[in-house]
């Protein structure tokens, strides 16, 4: 999972998007499997999460080298929010349409719910939500010692 997330952030295209969603049934197994570990929580389920963050944190920042990511002011803060957001997010979804599914029906559920967040989900990362940064940066007025603002807020102005 790792080489395909580094692939798809460091020269990823359209083409590769589409080929992925084509096969994408071949990734059920691993995903059921992470549900089913998120689901059951405790140690093993928090050290899982930890690694995904910590292999998401290196596509990441392999994706800002490419010039394909903006950098963060806060690597690894962003990179847990997406983990936290990505998880519960598939946490959520299986949990209202499809946790009793057994191996066989959950490719078609894990397509459907590939499907239903792809479109939203690039639309949001390529284009943004906010329209400015001014609540960032009020925000960032009022918290006490704020990350230091590095290239990537100079540039995002």
Avoid: C
Wanted: net charge negative; charged share 25%.
């Amino acid at each position: 999972m790792r080489q395909e997330k580094t692939k798809a952030l460091t020269g990823g295209t359209a083409a590769m998007l589409l080929a992925h969603m084509a096969e994408l049934e071949q990734f059920a197994p691993v995903v059921r499997y992470l549900l089913r570990s998120l689901q059951a929580g405790g140690e093993l389920a928090l050290e899982l999460v930890e690694r995904m963050t910590a292999d998401a944190e290196e596509y990441l920042a392999a994706g800002e080298a490419a010039g394909v990511i903006r950098p963060s002011r806060d690597r690894a803060a962003r990179t847990r929010y997406l983990t936290y957001q990505a998880t519960g997010g598939l946490l959520l979804w299986f949990t209202l349409h499809g946790a009793d599914a057994d191996a066989e029906e959950f490719p078609a559920r894990f397509r459907r719910y590939a499907e239903e967040i792809t479109a939203p989900a690039l639309e949001l990362f390529a284009q943004g939500l906010l329209v400015d940064r001014s609540m960032l940066d009020d925000y960032l007025m009022y918290v006490p010692d704020p990350p230091a603002a590095g290239d990537a807020d100079s540039t995002a102005r």
